[in-house]
């Protein structure tokens, strides 16, 4: 009589070796980006701490007090300036990081992704723990931590076009949205981890808030040296044709979310196509407008990622380490928001209509979140997860989901290389915004927190109008949400393209 083989064993030896290097490459790129995302968090935490109200605060005996309400600060961000100040240095990250994207994904297609992303998490990892040294080399220069922050910028455009182009060269689109929905969790996952590894040296030592995060981060990118395969040719060239058998011939529907069959980013000859040019990409239909909704999308995200904790601190009046605890709420929102935004847009095949209409309920939750956030921690708690929805939802799906699709689009006959230039353009649109929307916070906030969330709400609106709006020379989003109406509605779109790249 012969006996079955155990449950556990027959789900793994329904999987081939394909599949379980897709699932390996899942892991290590979702563990990549969330290392880059947890060394940029500690800045929002700390800004709390390098300026706060001393007179509340318990001084040394044998400390000469010259000023009761600045002793405790850190120099330069102990004077009136100090927002203003915090907006310069969010902006020297910014500014860099939003300039190098549009050059890291050309990089990205002309050098190995192995080599290319694991040294810029390795310099990334430098310069997150030369900031945190700051501390105890006890520099007061605002412009070594400009210096700092502008470097570490660079250097972290390394990383989202490598881990698309390396997810994108394995998965297939047939479940992408859903895929990449779960996987994009690593940005609030990322910032989540960041808050609480800051906020656990924030009030005793905040230079470790910094050398903490940069040292995980140096150290993934050893792990990506060692362990990441860039593509499926790769496996092929060592292994032959072997690694498309299963371990046992039982191979079933699990197969079906890592499957490549509707892929042509995957195709052994793709190490033989030419990379596209900037222009080239901008001519895939979707790609302009697609950055543009980014940019406003990142500008609100983005804002709240370096503002929210000191925000919380300052109007509910919570201690630096409780602000950035329940600042994580926001990501938390975030993860549910890009999950369920992947899953939506997979079963009613429409990218844009989603990104669409949650962008449109988000404006008014910023709205009430201003009003009637701080009226008690429910209240705070359940506004916090519906805004990191629907600001994050938008944001992870264009960034994932629709970049992937958008550089495997059929006019480039098979060049997934575009992958990661297309990634590039639209991220570095985003990163626009993301660098206009701490700078404007910086600059507004001393004039009351109101007027950064209508600065925010009035931004929302602008995009709102804008994809709403019928007429070509100014839609962003409303083209192709016409596109989806029309194929639910059973009518056939003649499908655009260009003659040569």
């Known amino acids: 009589k012969m006996r079955s083989l155990a449950p556990g064993i027959k789900l793994i030896t329904s999987f081939s070796r394909d599949s379980w290097y897709r699932f390996f490459i899942l892991i290590l790129t979702f563990v990549f980006y969330t290392t880059y995302h947890l060394s940029r968090k500690p800045i929002s935490i700390v800004k709390s701490q390098l300026h706060r109200n001393c007179s509340n605060v318990i001084h040394p005996a044998d400390l000469n007090i010259t000023d009761n309400d600045t002793w405790c600060d850190w120099a330069p961000f102990d004077k009136n300036n100090y927002q203003n100040l ?5 902006n020297c990250f910014l500014v ?17 992704l192995r080599y290319y992303l694991s040294s810029g998490m390795i310099l990334s990892g430098l310069f997150t723990v030369l900031f945190g040294l700051g501390f105890y080399w006890q520099i007061h220069s605002l412009w070594y931590y400009c210096l700092v922050q502008a470097l570490n910028g660079l250097v972290q455009t390394t990383g989202w076009p490598a881990v698309v182009a390396c997810v994108g060269n394995w998965f297939g689109k047939g479940k992408r949205g859903f895929i990449m929905g779960i996987w994009n969790s690593h940005t609030s996952v990322g910032n989540i981890l960041g808050s609480l590894i800051a906020g656990v040296y924030v009030s005793s030592s905040w230079g470790l808030s910094f050398i903490v995060p940069g040292i995980i981060i140096a150290s993934a990118g050893v792990i990506c040296f060692l362990f990441l395969v860039e ?29 490549t069959n509707t892929s042509t980013a995957v195709e052994p000859e793709e190490d033989h196509t030419e990379a596209i040019s900037f222009c080239g990409a901008l001519r895939i239909p979707g790609v302009v407008e697609f950055s543009l909704c980014l940019l406003f999308a990142k500008l609100v995200s983005y804002t709240f990622l370096y503002w929210l904790p000191l925000y919380i601190a300052n109007v509910a009046h919570f201690d630096p380490k409780e602000a950035g605890d329940l600042s994580t709420l926001f990501d938390v929102g975030g993860i549910v928001g890009g999950i369920l935004a992947g899953l939506i847009s997979d079963y009613s095949g429409g990218r844009a209509t989603t990104c669409c209409a949650m962008l449109i309920i988000a404006a008014p939750m910023l709205f009430l979140y201003n009003k009637i956030g701080q009226n008690g921690l429910p209240t705070t708690i359940g506004m916090l997860l519906w805004c990191g929805a629907l600001v994050n939802g938008p944001y992870a799906l264009i960034t994932t989901a629709v970049s992937a699709d958008l550089g ?5 006959r098979g060049n997934s290389r575009a992958l990661s230039t297309v990634t590039a353009i639209i991220d570095g649109t985003g990163s626009i915004g993301a660098a206009i929307g701490p700078l404007l916070a910086g600059l507004i906030s001393p004039t009351g927190w109101n007027n950064v969330f209508y600065m925010l709400i009035a931004l929302m609106c602008i995009i709102i109008v804008v994809i709403i709006n019928i007429v070509e020379s100014i839609m962003l989003l409303s083209r192709l949400v016409y596109k989806e109406v029309r194929g639910w509605c059973g009518y056939t779109t003649r499908q655009r393209g260009f003659k040569e790249i």
């Not at 915090?86 to 969010?90: A, E, K, P, T």
């Not at 994207?101 to 190995?112: I, T, V, Y």
């Not at 092929?236 to 699990?254: A, C, D, H, I, V």
């Open 96 to 112: 860099a990081y939003a300039i190098g994207m549009f050059f890291s994904g050309m990089f990205g297609e002309r050098l190995p």
């Open 231 to 259: 593509s499926k040719s790769h496996i092929q060239e060592q292994k032959g044709n072997r690694n498309k058998e299963p371990l046992l011939r039982n191979s079933s529907s699990n197969e079906e979310i890592f499957s």
């Open 408 to 412: 495997t689009h059929e006019c480039l």
């Open 86 to 90: 915090f907006g310069v240095l969010d």
